[in-house]
Every structure is written in C-alpha cells, then in structure tokens.
C-alpha cells in the first residue's frame, strides 16, 4: 500500500516558469488537499477536492491551479512561479465512503516537495 | 471557518522531562489528529482522536471535544521527540479537509 505519494520531491524553477506538482493516493479517499508550509505559518490550505470532477480554493488559492479527473490523481499547478511560491508543498488524502475503520476519517499526507523558485 | 490554536508555539526541554502541548478549537468537530514533523519534514500521524483518550508508549492525547481543546502528553522526552507537532481537526458541518494549527515546535537537549 503506497499510501500518498508526491513527487518531485525537491524542484529548483526560475521565475515565471510552470511546473505541476503530482500527487497519487491508492486508497480510494474522496478527499484530496493541497496545502503550503511556510517557517511559523503551519500548514495553510491552497486547493482542496471532495470528489473526482469536483475542487475549490482553499486559505491561499492565487497562483495555483488545480483538477481531479480520477479520484485517485490530485496534481497542483503552478501557472507562472514567483519566489513567494517558495514554499515546502503537502498533498492529503482522506475519507473513504462505506464502513469506516476504528482510525475513521484519518489524514494521510505525501512525503513534501521542496519548491525553490529563482 | 474553524480556528486552530496550538501552545505552547515553543518548547525546550531536557531529556528525560515531561511536557503537554494543548490544541484549543473553535468549534465542533468530527476529527482530531496530532502530526509529528520530524527533522526531514516528514508528517508522521500520532493519533486520531476526536474524543477521548489514547496511548502509545511514551505518548499519550486526550481530547474533550465538549470543552473544544485536546491535550498530547510526551513522557520522559528523548531527543528524538524533537521537531513540529502538529493538530488538525475537521469540522462537524461535512467537510473531511483538515484545518491545522501553527503548531508547537520542541526541542529535546540531551
């Protein structure tokens, strides 16, 4: 079971560049998230999706794009990067429908991907 | 939406100290989970508690989802405790995405 996986995992890009961030989860979740991390701010919420074919911004959405064609793929695009999108970049998953396990609605997160953007 | 409020934002301790770290939310919720952030950036989930108590070794949270707050316990601190800890709740009125607090960073000298 691979859980959440998100690549790349470090990514160097010059300003004004476009790159898509990839996020995969194999655990049938319908939840899927995108969330930035920056020193002292925690983890602030970009783009979220409740479902295949369904997604909506988050705290901080501006610069960032965003679609779920399978429910399995979640992937987050920068249009036109700008050194404020520096940031470390964590996808999530959870909630499956059908019983739930003793754990519930758990939140598993992807391993980050270290954006620089020069 | 719901407010997340983690404290202490900071800690420093010796090893072998006791600590508690608090998690005060704004409103109900269906879902509680404490992170740890290691030094590698990796999320490691601790718990999942929307109420009551659990334990897991040296660790322990407990949740009072009346009283909107959730406590986790780190007994006998290692330095391996040190890093981010994280808690995130989801709310009552349908939504499964996660709002997380600041979090509570700890340091663990030996």
């Known amino acids: 079971n691979a859980g959440v996986t998100q690549t790349p995992k470090f990514q160097v890009l010059k300003t004004g560049q476009s790159m898509t961030l990839q996020c995969a989860q194999d655990m049938n979740h319908e939840y899927m998230s995108w969330y930035r991390q920056d020193p002292g701010m925690g983890l602030r919420l970009i783009h979220y999706s409740v479902g295949a074919g369904i997604t909506d911004q988050g705290e901080v959405p501006n610069g960032y794009n965003v679609s779920r064609s399978t429910t399995e793929d979640f992937p987050l695009r920068l249009l036109s990067a700008a050194p404020s999108q520096t940031s470390v970049y964590f996808c999530?998953?959870?909630?499956?429908?059908?019983?739930?396990?003793?754990?519930?609605?758990?939140?598993?997160f992807g391993e980050g991907s270290w954006l620089t953007v020069v | 939406g719901i407010q997340v409020e983690q404290s202490p934002p900071d800690l420093i301790l010796q090893e072998g100290a006791n600590s508690t770290l608090r998690c005060n939310f704004s409103d109900s919720v269906n879902n509680l989970q404490w992170f740890h952030q290691n030094p590698w950036g990796q999320l490691i989930n601790l718990f999942y508690?929307?109420?009551g108590t659990k334990q897991n070794g040296r660790l322990s949270a407990t949740t009072v989802a009346t009283e909107r707050y959730s406590l986790l316990y780190i007994s006998s601190s290692q330095t391996t405790d040190s890093g981010v800890y994280f808690c995130a709740v989801t709310t009552s009125g349908g939504s499964y995405i996660p709002t997380f607090g600041r979090g509570t960073s700890l340091i663990v000298h030996p």
């Open positions: 999530a998953s959870s909630y499956s429908r059908g019983p739930q396990p003793s754990s519930g609605n758990t939140i598993y």
């Open positions: 508690i929307p109420s």
